[in-house]
């Protein structure tokens, strides 16, 4: 499920979580004018302690929406950054239906974020969501492919790293493929929060 195929593994280098966070940083300082996320997870488990999906979890829309608000607040220099460098900065969010808890919650993140200036477009692809696998993709110079190991839901253990041209490429190619599925904003951000 979402595991990443070879192709996109060839001449990559594997990263632990630490290490992919840093390749991240390495990768942000040379990007000239795209970045890229591609998300395809239906639910992630976020780390320990994230306020805003216990409110969330708990009912209490209000309160998490206002803890979403503090944490996109926090990210404000990054998006201030992408102005300022005159970044194309795109979230690829690929869905299926009915949406997950975990998307209905998240939707009310992404109204606040795009508020923030990230650019945020959905696709329904053309195949099980499952069969497709998260990446970042910086200009065309660095991908990083995340791994969320075996489990049903998203809990980030690492990744991988790649510079090599073909994988660039063809992650290009994906992305672009993607985009030919693009769809409205889904509706059903502020419903209550179901297992």
């Known amino acids: 499920?979402?595991?990443p195929p070879a192709w996109a593994l060839e001449g990559a280098r594997r990263l632990t979580l630490e290490g992919f966070q840093r390749a991240f940083?390495?990768?942000w300082k040379r990007v000239d004018r795209d970045f890229l996320k591609v998300e395809c997870w239906q639910s992630y488990q976020?780390?320990?302690g994230v306020r805003s999906q216990q409110a969330y979890q708990q009912g209490r829309l209000d309160l998490a929406r206002g803890l979403l608000r503090e944490e996109a607040q926090g990210d404000q220099?990054?998006?201030d950054e992408v102005n300022e460098r005159?970044?194309?900065f795109t979230r690829l969010r690929l869905i299926s239906f009915p949406l997950t808890g975990y998307l209905r919650y998240e939707l009310?993140?992404?109204a606040i974020r795009r508020e923030l200036g990230e650019n945020i477009e959905f696709v329904t692809p053309p195949s099980p969501v499952t069969e497709y696998f998260d990446f970042l993709l910086f200009d065309q110079h660095t991908a990083l492919i995340h791994d969320y190991g075996p489990g049903p839901v998203g809990h980030q253990v690492g990744g991988w790293v790649t510079h090599t041209a073909g994988p660039l490429a063809r992650l290009a190619d994906l992305a672009a493929e993607l985009r030919a599925h693009l769809r409205p904003w889904p509706d059903g951000g502020e419903v209550e929060p179901t297992a």
Request: avoid cysteine.
């Open 1 to 3: 499920m979402h595991q």
């Open 25 to 27: 940083g390495e990768a």
């Open 86 to 88: 005159k970044l194309a």
């Open 77 to 79: 220099p990054l998006y």
């Open 108 to 110: 009310i993140n992404y």
């Open 46 to 48: 976020e780390a320990d």
